[in-house]
């Protein structure tokens, strides 16, 4: 399977996470397991969005992995990363639980006192 050169997202300190991207404006607790879980489903890459208040986790593709009510909307923008710096996150983290940060401009994900920001939109890039 050929590898994807190209990577989605970077791993920081949340201290400095906190610094540069601003206050959470809404949170996603997910367990690492679940996480993990949909790691294991998405390809090469996993993305994630937050519409009318619900999380929606999708991997390469945007094909849905998480089991929501409604189906997104077609023009919703996900946050895509690549599934290996998920990974990473998890294994820095340590943590069994792994938040979903909503800023004003950026999605990220914290686990422990590590945050894996820098991610790109789908569309355009959706693997």
């Not at 996993?46 to 909307?73: C, D, H, W």
Request: charged residues 15%; glycine residues 10%.
């Amino acid at each position: 399977m050929a590898q994807n050169p190209i990577e989605y997202g970077r791993i920081i300190s949340a201290t400095e996470g906190e610094t540069l991207f601003g206050k959470v404006v809404s949170s996603y607790q997910l367990g690492s397991t679940e996480l993990l879980g949909y790691i294991q489903n998405a390809g090469n890459l996993i993305m994630f969005a937050e519409e009318n208040a619900e999380l929606y986790v999708a991997g390469t593709g945007r094909k849905i992995l998480s089991s929501n009510v409604q189906p997104p909307s077609p023009d919703l923008v996900f946050n895509v990363f690549n599934v290996s710096k998920v990974d990473e996150l998890l294994a820095l983290g340590g943590n069994t639980q792994t938040d979903v940060q909503i800023r004003t401009d950026v999605l990220d994900l914290r686990n422990g006192a590590f945050m894996l920001e820098f991610g790109t939109p789908c569309p355009p890039y959706c693997g």
